[in-house]
């Protein structure tokens, strides 16, 4: 299994980055796709969540009304649209995928670094 990031890159504060997640590899469960970031000097942390099935999002508190996640099922692909950005949003960011209920998130992407310059 395979996860591509991709759609990186600097930004101004308050522009607008769309991040794409691309799976591929052997047929896989996929019970939830998840981004997460990490910032300098900081724990990696949640960002948005997306299940696979039903299409149930959720997102961390920080990003809230800012961030959309979406996916493409025919595509195999999980985006982050990301609006209103700020300095503090700068991190790499990583999108993963969570096999089953309850269980960790299984595979993860390279991760790919976001930028927000004031």
């Known amino acids: 299994v395979q996860l591509v990031e991709s759609g990186g890159g600097s930004v101004q504060v308050g522009g607008s980055l769309r991040l794409s997640c691309a799976a591929s590899g052997r047929t896989f469960s996929r019970y939830r796709m998840g981004w997460f970031r990490q910032a300098p000097g900081k724990e990696r942390e949640f960002v948005a969540a997306i299940r696979w099935s039903l299409g149930t999002i959720s997102y961390a508190d920080s990003v809230k009304g800012r961030f959309t996640i979406s996916k493409d099922n025919a595509k195999d692909t999980v985006y982050l649209q990301m609006n209103s950005l700020k300095p503090e949003d700068t991190a790499v960011y990583y999108c993963?995928?969570?096999?089953?209920?309850?269980?960790?998130?299984?595979?993860w992407g390279q991760g790919t670094q976001v930028t927000i310059s004031s």
């Open positions: 993963a995928v969570q096999s089953f209920q309850g269980s960790r998130y299984d595979y």
